[in-house]
């Protein structure tokens, strides 16, 4: 992997981050693979997929509480051996509830009790997603004060700065090719941006017939990998991603 370090006066995109001293970035940007909601499809095909193509990458996984070990799920074992192989667990509350549509202290549960559940079982505890993506202001003020890095359901560019409260994705859905994914990324490489997030849910066999909104076919997920490694591209868990391009802060 090659980085190097920004000067900090001349990197424009980076005007809107805390006043680092020590900000490096990528030559590229940094590809950050997401997966959410713990599908079983995440262990046992995107897992082995990604090793098999770099041993050295690793996703973050947005995993509800109330999904780990359910039917068809992720079990806590699995979130392990994936978190052994440098993979970020990360938090996407208790039960996948709205959050803008509950009460502050319920929201404050299920951040809270995302939170405690990951730092309880030794998973990476410092990155957290809203669950379909619906927030307030006051659920951002709320999950702020577990997690030090917050994912957003919106497709952002970053080319005017990074707000690790206020990342965003790339969301693959059904329909999706290989080339649309690729685009989504040499759009950020044409951009000069220091970060894209490209976020799955289920990756299923190309002949399914019946599967979820949010899905992306094998052939699809495997090609994007090929292409990834072709171009030699920074693939990282968000929490490292941000450690690199933001600073390296303490949880709090
Ligand atoms: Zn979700």
Known sequence: MRFTVAPIAAAAF?????????????????VCINFDDCFESIHSFAFPCMQSTDTTW??????????????????LDELKEMEAKGWET????????????LPLDSVEYQVKASYDFLLKNNLHHTTFAYPGGNYTAED??????????IRTAHDLLYTDGINRKELGYFAVKGGHSVDDLVARVERARSLGAPLVIIGFHAVLPDSVLSFPAYWCKESVFSGFMRYLKDQELPVMTIEKAMNILVGDHHAP
């Open 14 to 30: 980076l005007a809107c981050l805390p006043p680092a001293d020590n900000v490096h970035r990528y030559e590229e940007p940094i």
């Open 58 to 75: 690793a996703a973050t996984h947005f995993v509800p509480v109330t999904f780990v070990g359910s039917p068809g799920m992720v079990t």
């Open 90 to 101: 990360a938090g996407h509350a208790f039960t996948h509830a709205a959050l803008s549509a």
């Open 140 to 149: 951002e003020t709320i999950a702020s004060r577990w997690f030090l890095n």
